[in-house]
């Protein structure tokens, strides 16, 4: 029962074109970006993988040199967590937050613009590394000293340090965004209490963007001097402390796996109390929960370096907070379970992979819990135990919930459904694929087999673990074709969505599907935590977001700066490579004029108030 | 606030757990006597070879059942590549590295340290079983990381 629209779509439609797309500040229309783009790149690390698993699949194989094994499992780990996990993270920030809480656009348009340019162009950089036959090898964690010049010459772990440098900054950019976004930006009775987790939990995880990131950014900047300039931040050899590495890569990688996971936390404490017909059972513990999770992960972080040496008093830290984090995770799960509870629960594709990540999930935190104790830690460290656990947590947890939130939100973004059926057929394989690829490894781990390593000999009891996560691994790889395959046949040709598909509680709901540009003819008044599961509020929210806008929406200016500057950002961090002082002084010409050109660009169109 | 019945049982099972895990680690380092890695002190990473004890890698007898086991770490494998030692023994490890971070892991136990370079790392077992261990080096030290590991015997006691 939704009001007639009565939209004039000639006066307010957006232009279409290539140079509407480089130029564009809507965040709809980024989020696509990120989303397509993100997609792209795990499909590369994916092959990456496959080709990995095949390599292990019989002992003392050859399918893989040792010097392509090594590329391919840095390349592996460093894309799916970069390139992958966060921004596909990013694209449901993006698409999703201002329409839930009621805003016509981010607080930063053109940075949000920026965030993706820098993220695209640092992403390509990366993996270009490849044609220069120069890929990283050197593990995702890329410990110190190991990566130091006089052990990995060449340009090999040049381009992972920038590589990395230059997603950073977009990383950081994106929480400010969202952090502004977010506190600012809010319909009128939109309050902290009323939000829908999923801005919630962008909220902590920006938070956690703006703190974490600057850490592994400072870290890669020293590692940097060291190879570049000679200095000797990491090498012990001139008194340097290559543990001092670690620890700033841990305090950074930590919180980073909550950066990780909240997200598809969020989007699943939206996605079960649609799927059940209830509101979210406690509410503002799930939130306190999300919150606590963000400030606790800044104190475990030691518990990856129990093998260093740290001493019984900083050990016996780390295995305390390490096994407290798991209480605000486990808080979390039995609220989604009460949710459940005597729901009438229908099992859409996005609501299988939301039961599908508690379970999936719980599996991962239980090994996580084990780690823990640092007796047992250290039996498992760097062997496939550990591999098992946190493909368990970020394939389980984070892919499993963004999965969850791509079913949920994409007829809202296109205004078409994906595809059901294959959907489930997506839900199945990866249910299946995964836990046939990783469940085996806990057993490979146990039975003493390290990380990282490019062939193990025959007779020591590994053979039928690997060849059992190869199998796995080659189902999982299919699912995520069956996953793009439906994204790009429904993008085309889905069925057609109304504006609430699923008779969902949140703002984003009260606007046709896919939203108008301005997304908001009229910004509406909210007045509970589930504004469109009251009659009378529903009706008085869709009076004014289904209605023609009453002044014209003034949007932000299409820019093509963002372009421009993240174009001249990255050659400015690659021209680092050389080492020599004067081309890399040149080398910010670029950006800085960019800098200066977009300041003095007008950001909405002349005479506009906002 | 009222907190259900069943809630609360939730949630004092739930902290109880936590105090026994805890205790458990608690007893276990301090009545077991089992021990983490610890950091011994430090080492020029370029001059380990003419540093005591690291001149002269391997068994030492040190008293009576007590072995003191001198280990270094090096691309790509250990030095001694085998330790012998008679079961019942107690014995320390010392260990270093002399070009990268490696890891000297003993299968089957929980032994486990990393052999950083400028770094002396000692650790402590007990060796009651007769039998053989692999030793494996878990921290990923370039490409011949896969190559890299040695072997413990611990032959049967007099």
Known sequence: MSVQIENDPDTHAEETGIWSWITTVDHKRIALMYFA??????????????????????????????????????????????????????????????????????????????????????GLYLTSSFFFGAAPDRAWTGYANLTLPQFSPGLNMDFWLIGLSIVGISSIMGGVNFITTIINMRAPGMKLMRMPLFTWMTLVTSFLLVTAVPIISVALIFLGFDRIFGAAFFDPARGGD???????????????????????????????PTFSKKPLFGYPIVVYAGILIGFIGWGVWSHHMFTVGLGPFADSFFIAATMIIAIPTGVKIFNWLGTMWGGSIRFTTAMLFSVGLLAVFTIGGLSGIMHASAPVNLQQHDTYFVVAHFHYVIVGGTMMGLWAALYYWFPKAIGRYLDETLGKWHFWTTLIGLNLTFFPMHFAGLYGMPRRIFTYPEGLG?????????????????????????????????????ADPWGASSLEWALPSPPHHYNFPNIPTVRSREPLWDEEERREVEGVTMAPPKAEPHMPNPSYWPFLLAASITLSWALVMTGIWWVIALGMIPTATCVFMWAFEPAFPEGAEH | MTVERIEKAFLILSAAMLIA??????????????????????????????????????VHEVGAGEYEVVVLGRAWGFEPSEIRIPAGSRVTFISTATDVIHGFHVEGTRMNAMLIPGQITRLTYEFDEPGEHLIICHEYCGIGHHLMYGRLIVEEGS
């Open chain 1, 37 to 122: 783009t993100s997609l792209i790149f795990f499909l590369i690390a994916g092959a990456q993988a496959i080709l990995i698993r095949i390599q292990l699949f019989r002992p003392a194989n050859d399918f893989l040199s040792a010097e392509v094994y090594n590329e391919f499992f840095t390349m592996h780990g460093t894309s799916m967590i970069f390139l992958v996990a966060m921004p596909m993270a990013v694209a449901f920030f993006n698409f999703v937050v201002p329409l839930q809480i009621g805003a016509r656009d981010v607080a930063f348009p053109r940075l949000n613009a920026l965030s993706y340019w820098i993220y695209l162009l640092g």
């Open chain 1, 462 to 498: 590994l053979e039928i673990w690997n060849q059992l996560s190869t199998v796995g691994a080659v189902i999982f790889g299919l699912s995520g074709l069956i996953m793009t395959w439906n994204v790009i046949q429904s993008y085309r040709k889905g069925e057609r969505a109304p």
């Open chain 2, 21 to 58: 895990f805890l205790g458990a680690l608690f007893y276990s380092s301090v009545a077991m006597g089992m021990h983490l890695p610890g950091r011994e002190g430090e080492i020029v990473p370029t001059d380990v070879r003419n540093t005591p004890p690291f001149d002269q890698p391997g």
């Open chain 1, 242 to 272: 290559p543990v001092f590495w670690q620890h700033l890569f841990w305090l950074f990688g930590h919180p980073e796996v909550y950066i990780l996971i909240l997200p598809a936390f969020g989007a699943i404490s939206d996605i079960i």
